[in-house]
């Protein structure tokens, strides 16, 4: 047991783990470059559908449906599937495939966040003679910020987390240095196993807290929950 | 291409294998038919692991549930702690395990107990804080103690929270057990990863992709019969 941990400690010290092509550098920057296209797709599909969804009124099942049919798919089957599509290996598959599990929490937020705007701001906008689309951008869309902030970090988090099994499939990322090191066996890989584990633990934790600071500097303080 | 006929034949180079992806079909009853014994025993593996870590799940977060809600200042740290687990990436958590619990079902089942944990805990714990306050100051004056108005007051009124939570549980841990395996023990998540590495063979893919998401949704409507099951009452207040 102590002898993993050691072998553990070993690989994370050995400078050339981490500056190496294909070391914890490379993956990292891959990581986090696969999972920031896959938020922007999320958000470029997610946002406007739901956004319009919540301004309308109409349609409301819609999202509970899509995150209840994306939790029944299995991440990895997905990540398998794409890439024996037209899309290709790499990058082209792996992105949509992540960007689909990035979608429910946008959704969500999206048409929560508009559709609770409170309706006495609402109406006190029409009343002032704005137009729909101006209640949509200067009334409902300042009100949903919070919302979308806190689906957004929701999203990043997710995809960061999944963004780990596109290894499986040649996708590349951190989950890499675990793959690899299942590969290699537990006898002789366990200490790159234990390393992985704790390198990618730490980065899904790291981006949380960033996030989170980020979602509450963007949330003014009237619209902060009282606590 | 030449003719392949199942999942065990391989191509010699596996480097050309890389440059096109064979064009199996999608889906193919003759694959079904020709591993029939196969597919019955990740089918297997599947529903077992899903079923003792659902229960595991269960029997550890209603009472850890319970107790966030009845001790205030433990609701904090149950929620931050589960949380934190709940962040951590599935790889990441087995490959934590993995050196210490082996390669094994065990590893497998700690990882998805902990996931299923946090989403059971949050249900329960919602459920009971909906109880209203009106409902408890009536059981009070009607003598209830606390372990009474637990069992028959506050139990009973959180069951359709606590039941979402064991539905979004079960259908999460259907789709998380394929990860397992890495360990060798996923399940149909192991036909799924070989016939990609192996030869990216479509229809092992495809077939054990939609065996797992009719189990996650078997699981649901089980869980949501039950539910309607043992609280008749919310189906009359919905007419």
Not at chain 1, 166 to 186: E, K, P, W, Y
Not at chain 1, 190 to 206: F, K, M, S, T, Y
Request: hydrophobic share 55%.
């Amino acid at each position: 047991m102590n002898d993993v941990i050691s072998q553990a400690v070993t690989w994370l010290n050995d400078p050339l783990n981490w500056t190496n092509p294909g070391g914890v550098f490379d993956r990292l920057i891959e990581h986090l470059w696969l999972s920031a296209l896959a938020v922007l797709l999320g958000c470029l599909i997610a946002w406007p559908l739901g956004i319009w969804v919540g301004h309308t009124g109409r349609g409301g099942g819609l999202t509970v449906g899509v995150s209840n049919v994306t939790r029944a798919i299995p991440t990895l089957a997905l990540l398998s599937l794409l890439p024996l599509t037209a899309l290709g290996f790499g990058a082209p598959s792996v992105v949509p495939a992540l960007a689909v599990f990035a979608i429910p929490p946008l959704l969500a937020t999206a048409y929560n966040g508009v559709r609770d705007a409170d309706p006495d701001a609402r109406d006190a906008a029409y009343g002032m003679g704005l137009s729909g689309r101006q209640v949509l951008w200067r009334v409902e869309l300042p009100l949903a910020v919070p919302q979308l902030a806190s689906g957004f970090r929701t999203a990043s988090v997710q995809v960061v987390a999944t963004a780990t099994l596109a290894a499986l499939v040649n996708g590349g990322g951190l989950g890499l240095i675990i793959s690899q090191g299942f590969g290699l066996g537990m006898s002789v890989g366990g200490g790159q196993i234990l390393a992985g584990g704790v390198l990618v633990a730490i980065v899904a934790l790291v981006i949380e807290g960033l996030l989170a600071i980020a979602e509450k500097l963007l949330t003014p303080r009237s619209l902060r929950p009282a606590r | 291409m030449p003719f392949r006929g199942g999942a065990d034949l391989r191509p010699d180079d596996v480097s050309a294998m890389l440059d096109a992806v064979p064009d199996d079909p999608w889906f193919s009853w003759s694959y079904i038919q020709n591993n029939a014994d196969a597919l019955g025993a990740a089918f297997t593996e599947h529903v077992e692991l899903t079923a003792l870590a659902m229960l595991f799940a269960a029997v550890l977060a209603i009472p850890l549930g319970v107790c966030a809600y009845r001790a205030r200042w433990l609701t904090a740290p149950i929620l931050a702690l589960s949380g934190v687990l709940y962040t951590v990436p599935s790889l990441a958590l087995f490959a934590l395990l993995a050196p210490f619990l082996g390669l094994t079902a065990t590893t497998v089942l700690v990882g998805l107990v902990m996931y299923a944990l946090l989403i059971i805990v949050r249900g329960t714990l919602t459920g009971l804080r909906q109880v209203p306050e009106e409902v408890r100051d009536a059981a009070d004056g009607m003598g209830y103690g606390s372990f009474a108005m637990l069992m028959r007051i506050e139990i009973p009124l959180a069951m359709p929270s606590i039941l979402t939570g064991l539905r979004i549980a079960a259908v999460s841990t259907v789709a998380l057990v394929t990860v397992g395996a890495v360990l060798g023990r996923g399940g149909l998540g192991g036909l799924i990863l070989s016939g990609f590495r192996n030869n990216l063979y479509k229809p092992q893919i495809v077939t054990a992709t939609v065996l797992c998401v009719a189990l996650a949704l078997a699981c649901d409507l089980l869980l949501s019969w039950l539910g309607r099951l043992i609280t008749p009452w919310t189906r009359k207040a919905a007419r």
